[in-house]
Structure formats: C-alpha cells, structure tokens
C-alpha cells in the first residue's frame, strides 16, 4: 500500500490543483463562450415568441416547439401532426444511417488494405486518403454533381456502351444526396478504422484458418470484435455531421430533398421564424446526444468484455 502523504506533501498537492486549475481558467472561459454559449442562446430562442420581421420578441411562448412536431390548421385551429418536419426528420435520419452504412461497406476493404500494405508504404495509400480534405467541400459537392447529372460521366458511358437509351435521374434525388455525402465523409470511416487495424495480431487469422474457419467465420469471430472501437468510431464520425449536412443536400438535392440543416437555414432564412428554428437545432442536437450516449455505451461494453 502506498505511504500517506505527509501534511507538507499534501498542501503541496493542493496548492498545485489550485494553480492548475488557475491556469486553465481561461481557456474553460474561452470554451464555455465558443461552444456552450451560441447553444445557450439558441435554447433560449426556442422558448420566445418570433418577430414580425425575423428575430424575436422576449416574450416567452412554446410555440416554436409545440411546430417542431406539430401543425395548427388557421382557418378551423384543428391540430395534427407536422407532416412535412417528421418526413424531413425521417429523411435526415434515414440517409445519414445509409451514408454511415455506405461508408462502413466501402471504408472497412480499404483500411484493411492499407494496414496489410508495407510499413514503408502505409503513409503513401493514408496521404491519398486525405486528398480530399484539401479541397473546398462546395468543389468536391460539384464534382459528384458534373459525375452523375444527365448528361454527366456515369449516363455518358452508359448511353456510349449502348446500355440505356435515355439518361438516368440521379441527380436532386435522396441517392444523389447519399451518394455526395458518403464521398465527402467516407475518409472519416477509414481513418479510425485503420488506427484500429493497425494494432491488429494478424497471428490470430491465420489461427483462425488453422482451425479451419471460413472467411465470413474469421471476419465475424476474429477481426471484427477487434477492430469495434475503430468501426464505433468511424460509424459516429460519419453519422453526425451527415445528419446536419447542409451544402450536400441543397446542391445535389435540388432544394427539394431536404434535410434538418436545410430546413433550420429555412426558418432562419425565408421563414423568419427564429424559436422554430432554434428548437429544430435543439431537437438536432438531441438526436445527436442520444447516437453519442449510444457510442459510449459500445465502447464500454467493449472495454469490460476485453477486460
């Protein structure tokens, strides 16, 4: 058992907590007023009464969340449910997880060929992963975009080889929107995952071909419970930001795919109803606590099963 620290030891130890905790002061204040204050003034907002002209009036009112969900008829005032915001919720949602799932199917082949490469040449395949961070993600969303409108490369070669006569829609459609997002986050799935491959003992594949499992049977049992940190983790990295994807979604959507980014711009925008807006951001932001409470979860469930 460790020695009980002496009375000087131990002032020592508390005047150094107080000095560190002094010194990080000002960096807490910093963070408190870039992140927690913009979210506290939105939760705010959600709970006022919205302007004639945009902005609001400080006057409280739940209006703006009672809309989130909820639509009031104003010729009869009878009440249903807000059609239009559940669809675009459900839409947000239902891409994002397309997107996550688009990304783990093309991410997971390409980390492990990166982390099976030579040690000399893993850092060259990582550097044209990260190619596309350094361009603009307006460029790259018009990249996807020239790629598969009608008269773009995919229907070009298609109508050129003789296999379709007329082009193909694509382009303002959900598998437009799903398609630019995957490509501008698809880096983010292959990242984590190779920092997790990396550290795998590729001994205990070929133990498991030993003992004469298949290649689904060593996928399934072997790699990927090691590799789940990684996966969490790409999987998180992805979902989020696709769920308030706000460039993607106007360009390749056409305006009339919406997502909740498009829809919070709406309401901030040409709606001029600032508490709807707010209280959708909140909402957004919500959902997006509940995928990190789901992320923490795996990970220690992960971490006690290892243990």
Same mark, same amino acid.
């Given at each position: 058992?460790?020695? *009980?620290?002496?009375g ?6 508390q005047?150094e907590?107080k000095t ?17 204050g *913009?979210?506290v003034?939105?939760?705010?907002y959600?709970?006022?009464? *919205?302007g004639d002209?945009g902005?609001?009036?400080y006057?409280?009112s ?16 009878t009440?249903s ?17 397309l ?7 093309l991410?997971?082949p390409t980390?492990y ?5 030579p040690l000399s ?8 992963i990260?190619? *596309?961070?350094w361009?603009?993600l307006?460029i ?21 080889s +003789? ?5 193909i ?10 398609? +630019?997002m995957?490509y ?7 990242l984590?995952?190779?920092?997790s ?25 072997v790699i ?9 983790a790409?999987?998180?990295?992805v979902?989020?930001p696709?769920l ?5 979604p106007r360009?390749?959507?056409g ?5 909740l +980014?498009?829809?919070?711009e709406?309401?901030f ?7 709807l +807006?707010a ?5 957004l ?7 990190l409470l ?7 469930s ?6």
């Amino acid at each position: 058992m460790p020695e *009980p620290l002496s009375g000087y030891e131990l002032a020592a130890r508390q005047q150094e907590t107080k000095t560190n905790l002094l010194l990080s002061t000002p960096a807490l204040i910093i963070l408190f007023l870039a992140a927690s204050g *913009p979210l506290v003034v939105m939760l705010l907002y959600s709970f006022l009464t *919205p302007g004639d002209y945009g902005g609001v009036e400080y006057e409280a009112s739940t209006e703006g969340w009672f809309k989130v969900f909820f639509h009031k008829d104003i010729f009869d005032g009878t009440v249903s449910f807000a059609d239009a915001h559940l669809s675009i919720f459900w839409r947000s949602i239902k891409l994002s997880l397309l997107t996550t799932i688009a990304s783990i199917i093309l991410g997971f082949p390409t980390a492990y060929f990166i982390a099976t490469r030579p040690l000399s040449s893993r850092n060259f395949w990582l550097f044209l992963i990260t190619i *596309p961070f350094w361009t603009n993600l307006l460029i790259r969303t018009f990249a996807i975009m020239e790629v598969i409108r009608n008269q773009g490369a995919v229907n070009t070669l298609l109508m050129s080889s +003789g296999l379709i006569e007329h082009p193909i829609q694509m382009l303002y459609t959900d598998f437009a929107i799903m398609l +630019g997002m995957t490509y501008v986050y698809l880096p983010l799935m292959i990242l984590p995952l190779y920092a997790s491959m990396e550290k795998l003992d590729f001994r205990l594949i070929e133990a498991g071909y030993d003992l004469y499992a298949t290649r689904f049977r060593v996928l399934r049992k072997v790699i990927l419970p090691l590799v789940k940190p990684g996966l969490v983790a790409g999987s998180i990295l992805v979902f989020i930001p696709s769920l308030g994807a706000f460039v993607t979604p106007r360009i390749l959507g056409g305006g009339k795919n919406m997502m909740l +980014g498009n829809l919070i711009e709406l309401q901030f925008g040409q709606g001029r109803n600032w508490p709807l +807006g707010a209280a959708l951001s909140i909402a957004l932001l919500l959902i997006v606590m509940a995928a990190l409470l789901i992320y923490i979860r795996n990970i220690q469930s992960t971490s006690s099963s290892h243990d």
